[in-house]
């Protein structure tokens, strides 16, 4: 078992910037792969970034150029540095992990392990 936690959330001016941190515990993470998610009110859960064992990474198109995934193994951690924060990028984002070789797939995470979450509000 891999236990998922997020912290780094709050509340943010647009064009702020937030680090957003996934710590695990349990088990290494290093055979994992990454990825964060977001969702925001009255919309379906969306695939942000994700990164794989060998330090690959994706990002959905509107992410791309503002924010970095990155991990490390070291230190069990994941992290989502965002940068020019939109309103449109409030929402509640969780990290996940999986061990499927289709790690930048979203869908593949799904019978993976997951935080709880943490809020993201970027004000205007």
């Known amino acids: 078992q891999v236990q998922l936690a997020e912290s780094g959330g709050g509340l943010v001016q647009a064009g702020g910037s937030l680090r957003l941190s996934c710590a695990a515990s349990?088990?290494?993470?290093?055979?994992?792969?990454l990825g964060w998610f977001r969702q925001a009110p009255g919309k379906e859960r969306e695939f942000v970034a994700a990164?794989?064992?060998?330090?690959?990474?994706y990002y959905t198109d509107s992410v791309k150029g503002r924010f970095t995934i990155s991990r490390d193994n070291a230190k069990n951690t994941m992290f989502l540095q965002m940068n020019n924060l939109k309103p449109e990028d409030t929402a509640v984002y969780s990290c996940?992990?999986?061990?499927?070789?289709?790690?930048?797939?979203?869908?593949?995470?799904?019978?993976?392990?997951w935080g709880q979450g943490t809020q993201v509000t970027v004000s205007s």
């Open positions: 996940a992990a999986t061990s499927s070789v289709q790690w930048s797939r979203g869908e593949q995470y799904a019978n993976g392990y």
């Open positions: 349990g088990r290494p993470f290093r055979p994992y792969h």
């Open positions: 990164i794989n064992r060998s330090g690959g990474t």
